[in-house]
């Protein structure tokens, strides 16, 4: 074996370590932050106000999985065998986020139109809202799914892990505060303004996203 092949793996192992460590601190840092966020709020809220998030975050959780489907970590795979081979990679990025935007609108749009229904199975008309609110973010977390599987199979971690940080903090800043300016509305308004805290982070996070993909796709120009 020559020794630039052997150099080439080499910085192939150092970098999977290194980005497998970028991820597991990422991970643990979003997990402290999650855990940061449900205190207060169930302070906040109380009992029935958790309860009525107990019944809208489970299902909205349900179709997160639903709207990806598996694709990002397909795309991811693809993309590393792609780049192992020095082909472009964007235009499979491309066709991934074509599928699972489709795949998030639908969702939206059944999830936005079955409102009312869900709300009425669960028990509890009021978290009829609470869906129609969190309906749309579906479609954002099919989009970050994808650009996250993109950077993965690219080798590059860090927008995976920023990305997960940048959710949970402006979930825990943003929910937190309009629950806490909507509590004297009522508890279901404060319940909302916790699901639209979970809307802006996605928002957030996808910005971040698209924002370091285009920087990154500077210096990847062509491949398109």
């Not at 959780?61 to 990806?68: D, G, I, Q, R």
């Not at 996250?148 to 949970?168: C, D, H, K």
Request: proline content about 3%; overall charge positive.
């Amino acid at each position: 074996m020559k020794k630039k092949e052997i150099d080439a793996i080499k910085r192939n192992k150092r970098h999977m370590l290194s980005g497998a460590a970028v991820l597991a601190i990422g991970s643990v840092l979003a997990k402290v932050l999650g855990a940061l966020y449900r205190v207060p709020l169930t302070n906040i809220l109380g009992a029935e106000g958790m309860g009525m998030y107990q019944l809208v975050f489970p299902v909205f959780a349900l179709f997160m999985v639903l709207s990806t489907a598996g694709i990002p970590t397909a795309l991811s795979r693809m993309v590393a065998e792609k780049r192992a081979e020095g082909a472009p990679t964007k235009k499979y990025l491309v066709s991934a986020i074509i599928v699972l935007a489709t795949l998030g609108t639908l969702l939206a749009i059944l999830t936005f139109a079955l409102s009312g229904q869900l709300a009425r199975w669960q028990g509890n008309a009021e978290t009829r809202t609470g869906f129609m609110i969190v309906a749309p973010t579906l479609i954002l977390v099919s989009l970050i799914a994808g650009f996250r599987g993109w950077f993965q199979g690219e080798m590059y971690m860090l927008p995976t892990a920023v990305s997960n940080i940048i959710e949970q903090v402006v979930k825990l800043a943003v929910g937190i505060g309009l629950s806490v300016a909507l509590l004297p509305r009522g508890v279901t308004a404060a319940v909302n303004g916790a699901l639209l805290g979970i809307a802006l982070s996605e928002a957030c996070a996808l910005a971040y996203l698209i924002i370091t993909f285009l920087v990154r796709g500077k210096k990847l120009k062509g491949e398109m």
